[in-house]
Structure formats: C-alpha cells, structure tokens
C-alpha cells in the first residue's frame, strides 16, 4: 500500500500485562520516534494470567495522558469470556480506562456454535463502552464475519485487523484467509477498520507488515483504514 504513513496504533501492551517487555515510557518513547500521534496501552484484562491487578487500572489517573509529543490512551484488552457475550469487568473498572478493546483469548474463552459465539461477540458490540473489537479473525472462535460487520457498522465498533496474530510464528492457519474474508466484507459494507500492531514490545509499535500484503491483495480502500487519519478515527469510537 503506497503512501500509508500510520499515525495511530491502539492495541499495544507493556510488561505489566505480564507477557510484554517494555515500560510504559519506553513503549511512548518508541511511538514518538516513530511520528505516532496516538497510541493506546491495553494492559490485558483480569482472565489473563499473570496480568496486571485492578489496583493498576485504578491508580492510571497519575499517568500523563502525553508523552514525548504523543497523546496516550490508556486502557485496557478486555476478555469475551464466552458465548453470552460476558467480559472480564464491571462497570467500576470500565470506569478507569481511557480506551476499551475487547477479544477472545483462547487461554479465557468458553466456545459454544458459530451461532451462539456470532451472537455473544455481537452482544460485546453493541455495548457502547466497547471501542474495539481485538482479532476477531485470528481463528480462536468460529464465527460469522459479515453478521459482525453489519453490527459494527451500526454500533461504531471497530473490527482490528490484527498484525500479531497473522505472525507465521503464531501457527495461527486460519488467522490470513480469515482476515482477507474480513477485510473483503468490510469493503463491500463500506465498514472503516482499525490496524493493530498488538505490539508487546516497543519494536512492534505500528508495525503492520503482516496485514499490508492483505490489504493489497483485497485492494482494501484506504479511505476506509483509520490508522492514519486520528481525527476521524477518534471521532467514529467517540473519543474525540
């Protein structure tokens, strides 16, 4: 994709989230170098193990909301806990977060059909504290994509388009034929999309090389990715 500078990256994670490996300020030291102008921290929620407690979330209002020229939103990577649609927080810790990201992690889920998974992930949509929705093609539900983008498209949820887990390391096989699947419905509703570097080291900020080739090879509008237009894309998730 020719001429795609990215100016935003929301899904990145520290080491407090238990498996990452760069301090908050190293993480906002490395968006600055890298001319990021938004980044969003999403510790991982309380179902992941070894994550941050929720004394942490609680304790952010000391946290400078810019660093070295970029404005930080600190959140959280909340789990959809199973096909109800159940997350990891209540209302108080939701309360604490700059920015909320919700995904199916396999270690925290509880799967039931394609159906009642779509319908649980939907119900995540449709929350209006919910900003995004993290991988949902990374292959760990089974799902129906265009029954999530049609809800999106009307909540003002954004779907991500998840760098990390189209990583051949993650042995995740079903992550790029799904993302393209995604990505082709996304086009075909005019549904804006989200990149995620889902960085868990600072080297990893706003590194989208495994989903360009994707967006190549669906000829996915730019106009429709947000990453490098801030400004709108704080305004579609209402954080303006």
Known sequence: MKNFKPLAD??????????????????????SEKGIEILGVTEHGP?????????????????????YGVRLLLGAELNILNYRGDLD?????????????????????????KQQNT???????????IHIISHPADGSADLDFEALVLAAKKA???LEINSHS?????????ARPNNIELLRLCKKHDMPVILGSDAHISFQIADYSNVLPLIDETDFPQELILNDKPDQLLDFIGLA
């Open 10 to 31: 929301l899904h990145t994670h520290t080491i407090v989230s238990g498996h990452a490996y760069s301090s908050l300020q190293e993480m906002a030291h490395a968006a």
């Open 47 to 67: 179902a992941i193990p070894n994550t941050c407690g929720r004394l942490y979330f609680k304790n952010m209002i000391v946290i400078p909301r810019e660093m």
């Open 89 to 113: 927080a209540d209302e108080k810790l939701m309360d604490m977060l700059d920015l909320r990201i919700a995904g199916i992690h396999s270690v925290c889920w509880e799967g039931g059909t």
């Open 119 to 129: 319908e649980g992930v939907i119900r995540v949509i449709n929350n209006p504290r």
């Open 156 to 158: 003002q949820t954004l």
């Open 166 to 174: 189209l990583n051949p390391a993650r042995h995740k096989t079903t």
